[in-house]
Structures are given as structure tokens and as C-alpha cells.
DNA sequence: GACGATAATCTCATAATACAAGAAAATGTG
DNA sequence: CACATTTTCTTGTATTATGAGATTATCGTC
């Protein structure tokens, strides 16, 4: 059984929480028992979030995510200004060479990619749109950590630092940060089969107004379709299109507050 | 503004609900005025939703839908009997035709698509997964209400016979009725350009354990693609595949409760 | 179609916490 | 660095969320 949430509503995401990749349906019974409440107070909450569609159930079946998910999906896909901003470029790194390009957010201490596209027939990625990835993994969680201001960057290693060892990211936060420091330096990530083994991945860091980093725009691609010499191209162009997006997003913030 | 809600967490809920697709970014100051809420509880509500992720707000920009929304749709997919049970029969249909097949779950007064595919190039649908399309639009709504209990399905074309009227399946209920008669008889829904000019639509309902119909699989298919002949071959596989869709359902449902 | 078993909902007194107003802090801007 | 705006905190008050137990609805079985 879970921390006790302090607020009504809080209890509500909490039943919402409980529902993950170990365990994507769950019956009333499981759920008291999970979370704590009375039954009828269970009920409740389960009357108020089926009725609204984030839940659904069928008889002899126990409780899953709804179709209110999906509704809501469309929406963020038409809201959000970085799916909106980086369609585009995405088109275009996966027109001009055989890869998947990704949009990658930061999100909690996690990352996720919420758009992308495949040129590549048998690209089938590990982290595809929607599950959480550990920033420690990859490039892309490089290439956004890597522009965090120190004051961030390092606690921030710090409650993680297991995942980094794990990652071979280093040792000790001073020997990932000295990791950290050649990204900065190129402005964007490469990692050489480190998530999938002969792929490449190139990322990019793409900032919001306050110039923090705050997704990333990644290219991954077989090594077989990425010699040599075209790997610094692929580097430079996910570079551009990732400075590109972070203008288009902060011509959007001007639309806006202009109106 | 909008009707007060009675419970905390009806207005939490109400707080996401005035994200729809003619109103995708809110700032806090429309927000007050659209919900009646004082700018402390407002702002908590923000909070709340901000820090799980269901909303993201960036500097000098509104808040719209956040990332949490496309983790759970991930989730949604991986968990959803629906889209499991189905995706073999969107697989085989769109290999057998240039068409689009699609699994549209009933949903409030609306239905939805949740999983599609297509293997023709044109295809641009109007109503694309997480969009709510009106029941009384097309073959998909027809093969679902067609196969309601009555006693549920006059009280349903009475609240939105402006609908039905305005697509021109009848002027009275009794006029509706008759008009599903022949899908009740034939099993499933047909539509000439009902939805889209020049495009043929078969659909077939998807029953719960207690019979009644909760989806619909449905194939558009082009109608220079679909000569008179293979009309009927086409009907006749949809109306197959949502049987077998119904089946697998219930099998689930079966490992489920025998567990 | 009635029975028993399970699942979901209702009632109500109690206690908790959500609320609004105003103040304070944080954040962004010129 | 100071101003203006946005966001969060503090507090007393009143609303409403809660759980125990009883009741009703639903389901599966005979």
C-alpha cells in the first residue's frame, strides 16, 4: 500500500497512477487494497472516472485506462507546440536519410517521446512514443541533461547516479559530468549502439524561453546506413533542425502573448 | 461560464474538460472566468494537474495538454481488449483491400476511433483516431445503435433526433427505426458517401458478454476500389472479423475471471 | 425464472479539508 | 535594479468527503 495522498484530488490521480506498464488492469478488490479506501469511497472514485472515460471496465473484467485517453491524445497532438513545431523536421532528417526521427520530452525525471517518424523498414524502437525512458540512457537524455545549469544539473545527478552507473555514464558525479562536457561542447549528443545495439543515435537539445533545455530532437539510425564521414552531417543537421524548432516554439510564445 | 460542479473532483474534471478542439490553450485568467473558481483554487488545481503531467504550461504561453496524456495513451494501447483483440483483424483487411479499417468504440453520446489502419495512400480521415464523430454519422454509428435493446435505443434517438435528421436518416423515430431495420437484418451497416464523397463504408458491431454492442470494426474503402461485386464479399468479412472480435473479447474475459 | 452469492450503491453522523480573501513571495520585464 | 505581473501561502469558516454498515443491484447457476 501507497503513501497516503493528502487531498481528494490527489487520491483521484492516484487511482489513475496506479495503472502502469507491470499492471494495466486492476479489479475494485486490488484497488482497496492498493490504495487504501473504504469501499465506498472506492467506488466513488471509480464511478466519477468511468463516467468520464479515463476508465473502463467490462463484466467479469477488471478496470483498464479509457477511451477519454485516447480524446485527449488527438487533442495534445493538435496542442502541443513541439509536435506542431517539430513535425516538419521530422519529415525532413527521415526523408533525407533511412532513420527514425524523434521528439523526445523531459519529463519528470524521465524522458518521452511524443512524436516521431520511420523511414527505416525494420526500425522497431524499445522506448516508441509514450513510455517513459531513463534520462541516463542514450543521447537524447545526454543532450538535454547536458544543458542543465549546474545548480540543477548536479542534484539532479546525484539522486540518479545509480542509473548513470548503470548506463556506464561513470563513476562518480564529477566523472559524469566531465562526460556531459564534450555535448556541450558539440551541442549535441551521439551514442553508438548504447539503447539498441548498430544503431547510432544523434540528439540535440531544444530550449525554451528561459534558454533551459527542455526536449530533444534525435536522429537514430543503423550503422550500416550511417558511414562514416555522413555521421558529422547527420550531427550538424539534427543540430540545426533542433535550433530551429526552439525558434519556432518561442515565435509561437510571441503569437500568443502578442494577441 | 459553466454549470458549478457539485464535488471537488468534478471540478478537477471540469478543468480538463474545456481543453477540446476549438479551445486548446487556456491561460489562468480565461480559466477563472470559464469555471467560476477563485484565482487560489484555480492555481491549486493547476498545480495538481501541472506537476502529474496532464497539463504543461510554458513562459508567456497557456497551458495545454502535457505529456501524461501520452504516456497513458501508450499505456491505454498496450492494455485496451479492443485494440488487442483487433489489431489482427485492421492487419488482415487492409492486407486483403486498399482500404482503411478502423476500431470505433461507442462512447457517451459520440463513438471514437481507437486503432486504425490503412493501406491505401490517399486515406485522410476526417474523423482520425481520438476524434468524437457523432453517432448518426456513417455506417460505423448505425451498426452500433441498430443493435441496441429498444428500450435504450428509442430514448437515445429521441435525445439527438436533430442529429439523425440532419444526416438524413429520418425525420421520426419511427422513420430512424425502420431505417435499422435492414442493418439488424443484414448484420452490418453500409454507407455510400455518407461521410466522405466517393467512399464506401462497412460496419459491423462488437458485443459485450451481455450481448449488447459497445464498438464497431468498420473498413472505407474507395469506391472505384470496390467493385458491385466485392461489395458484398467485403460486408460479409467485416461482419466476420467484428464476430471474431466479439469472440476474443469474451475469451479474454474468461482468462480473466479464471485467473 | 427463482435462488444464492457477489458486486455496487446508499444513508448518515463525524471529521476532515477545500474554500475565498487578502498578503506575501516569486517570476518575468523594461 | 525596480516595477509589474503572476503564482503561492496563510487563515478562519463552512462545505463536503469519508467510512461503517445496511441496502440494493447484478450476475451466474440451477
Redesign the pocket.
Known amino acids: 500500500m501507497r503513501k497516503k495522498a ?6 483521484l490521480q492516484a487511482v489513475l497512477e496506479v495503472f502502469t506498464e507491470d499492471r494495466l488492469e486492476w ?3 486490488e484497488l482497496m487494497e492498493e490504495l ?12 466519477i472516472l468511468k463516467d468520464s472515460g479515463f476508465l473502463t ?1 467490462m ?2 473484467t477488471g478496470f483498464t485506462l479509457g477511451p477519454r485517453v485516447v480524446e485527449m491524445d488527438y487533442l495534445l497532438r493538435k496542442s502541443d507546440n513541439l509536435i506542431l513545431s517539430g513535425a516538419p523536421y521530422l519529415q525532413k532528417l527521415t526523408g533525407r536519410y533511412e532513420c527514425t526521427a524523434l521528439l523526445v520530452r523531459w519529463y519528470g525525471e524521465k524522458i518521452l517521446c511524443v512524436d516521431s517518424i520511420s523511414s527505416s523498414r525494420e526500425a522497431i524502437s524499445s522506448y516508441p512514443r509514450g513510455r517513459p525512458m531513463p534520462l541516463s540512457r542514450g543521447a537524447i537524455g545526454r543532450s538535454i541533461v547536458a544543458f542543465l545549469p549546474r545548480r540543477n544539473l548536479v542534484p539532479l545527478i546525484n539522486r540518479t547516479l545509480d542509473d548513470w552507473q548503470a548506463a556506464g555514464a561513470g563513476d562518480t558525479v564529477d566523472a559524469v559530468l566531465d562526460g556531459l562536457k564534450s555535448v556541450r561542447k558539440k551541442g549535441y549528443a551521439v551514442a553508438h549502439g548504447e539503447v539498441t545495439p548498430g544503431v547510432v543515435g544523434f540528439a540535440a537539445p531544444i530550449f525554451d ?2 534558454q533551459s533545455p527542455i526536449a530533444s530532437f534525435s536522429v537514430t539510425i543503423a550503422q550500416e546506413h550511417a558511414p562514416g564521414p555522413a555521421l558529422e552531417d547527420i550531427g550538424r543537421e539534427v543540430l540545426l533542425a533542433a535550433g530551429e524548432i526552439t525558434a519556432a516554439l518561442a515565435s509561437h510564445r510571441h503569437r500568443v ?1 502578442g494577441r
Open positions: 493528502v487531498n481528494s484530488l490527489e487520491r479489479t475494485p478488490e487504501g479506501y473504504s469501499r465506498p469511497t472506492l467506488y466513488r472514485y471509480l464511478k471496465s463484466p467479469n524561453a528561459g502573448s
